[in-house]
């Protein structure tokens, strides 16, 4: 049987509960293009009710574990819940790669968890965009929680799980992790962390680093003060603590107009990103050619500068 | 006394062998601007001759003891050497900042060690670019080596570091290395893997690792196979060997051509880099006034996609 590739009929599909329709508008928008769009415009005023929880946390941090009971938590409750598991260094997707992703699999066989990996196809900025049409997808068809979980702490990781409604950053004690934290920029981003792995030493002193370091940023009267979390994800000691304190973040962004600031501001700069794309392919386009290659040999024979060159090419797009 | 900061005077000054003129030019081009580009013009002809050698691995791996006993080894020979430490999680610069850089210190009061660091300031890609002219500067004033250390593994660390004429990896062992190095895509730009701390356990485990993983990827007869060189950068134990990796490598790269090849590619793509750097400036210069805020409404209304708005600026952009 010939697998259908048709973004209306996939939609119609998806939006009627097909999760195997979901998975391929999923595979059409990573891999981007024409396709990409139509499913994007027509899942765009479809979605906006699902809410988003970023996880990111340095490798071996045991966000994979972490997510895996926060779906377990989810379903207690009997809601659907969608995983995106975002790896910028990994030119594979659409399936669990990961060893430790495995585990996700328990839930393989419940039609309401549906569990898909993201990955780099050349672009990373079009990996964040991809996520968010991927997120689309999923809160389109009618899924209220999304989890997206990233592998690391780059930029590009935090870049995409700091634009989650609520974003838990996970750390583990022993490992330096608070000082690292607050060099990548997780500090920021934070809308509350676990301490994973809390029956280690070192847990009392990396809660008091972190705790001193957010003190240090106090964001000020009424602001949100991010939790601290103590968790065991392998045995699933503090759960339901971290689950609280999301749905605790959750009420205090809705309950002042800040969900809807949030995801404003978060749209404006999908657009922005969007037309820095959009340029860049422009640019791309513009550096090959005979006048392209001209002005390259220039470059290369030291005759003229790289700004000079690029400068040259940027006003020839203009023209 | 005034700081003399035009670039023209500052450039003779530079020139002429004055190591804090030279740090002024450094703090220029990372400012941006115009001054950075008249910095850049006249730099340009004069560089070319300088050797480039990136050091990145994760974080914690020694990369700073190792840079520093490098250093030592390329002053026993006489040389000059300039070492820029790039940190793209950290907005500061034009000092040592982390403690371990204290001990590169020990070559302060030495004419011939120029050490300086570089910060993000605001755009990620715009640090890769001001690396590319510090690095300029340091050649045209006829400092023959020049190594880049960069703190971490993430795309922008391993974009930076991964550009040098050799690029040297240091992981340790114990610490699953390996694998992350595999992730973090430092297989693919390594030249010469070191394992330091290679007086603990789990360094067999590790190379075994490196090398089956580097089998894996043979790159063909001919090509470059990154050897892979125990040391211990604390004792010093093993620098003579990186160091001779790293003369061998440059040997191969000189021998058949593929010096200046490499090159020209990283020239190639520094043109490409600027030309997106400056349509993006276009695309934020876009981002503003009545009729994108009227766009933006649209699409925060859900009244229209990101990409519909996307594409209706690019457009406004063309005409």
């Given amino acids: ?34 396709p990409a769009r139509t ?6 005023p479809l979605a906006g009710k699902a809410y988003t929880v970023g996880i990111t946390g340095p490798p071996g941090a045991g966000k994979s574990t972490l997510t895996d009971r926060l779906i377990g938590r989810i379903r207690k409750d009997g809601d659907a819940v969608g995983v995106l598991a975002v790896d910028p260094t ?22 309401n968890v549906f569990i898909r990996s ?22 389109a068809c009618g899924i209220p929680w999304v ?45 509350l962390f676990v301490i994973n792995k809390s029956d280690r030493p070192g847990t009392q002193d990396l809660e008091r680093d972190l705790a001193f370091m957010l003190h240090l940023s106090d964001r000020g009267d009424g602001a949100w003060q991010p939790p601290i979390v103590r968790a065991v994800a392998s045995t699933g000691e503090g759960t ?18 800040r969900l809807v600031a949030r995801r404003q501001e978060r749209l404006r700069r999908e657009v922005a990103a969007i037309v820095a794309r959009r340029l860049e392919r422009r640019a791309v386009d513009a550096c090959q050619g005979a006048a392209y290659e001209r002005l390259l040999g220039d470059v290369t024979g030291h005759l003229l500068d790289p700004w000079a ?6 006003e020839s797009l203009a023209g």
């Fill in 1 to 34: 049987m010939a697998r259908r590739r048709d973004p209306a009929e996939l939609t119609d599909a998806a939006l009627a509960g097909d999760r195997g329709a979901m998975a391929r508008l999923i595979s059409l928008v990573e891999e981007g293009g024409e």
């Fill in 39 to 44: 499913v994007g415009r027509s899942m765009f």
């Fill in 90 to 111: 990994s030119p594979f997707s659409g399936g669990a790669l990961l060893g430790d992703r495995v585990r996700m699999q328990d839930h393989a066989t419940d039609p």
């Fill in 118 to 139: 993201m990955a780099t196809r050349g672009h990373l900025g079009g990996l964040a965009l991809a996520t968010r049409e991927a997120i689309r997808v999923l809160d």
């Fill in 147 to 191: 989890l997206v979980e990233t592998v690391g702490v780059g930029q590009v990781e935090i870049e995409i799980a700091g634009t989650s409604d609520t974003t838990v950053v996970v750390l583990t004690p022993g490992a330096g992790d608070s000082v690292q934290a607050n060099k990548a920029g997780l500090l920021e981003v934070a809308d």
């Fill in 240 to 257: 339901d603590q971290v689950w609280e304190a999301i749905l605790e973040h959750r009420r205090h962004l809705e309950s002042d107009g």
């Fill in 309 to 314: 060159a690029a400068a040259e090419i940027v």
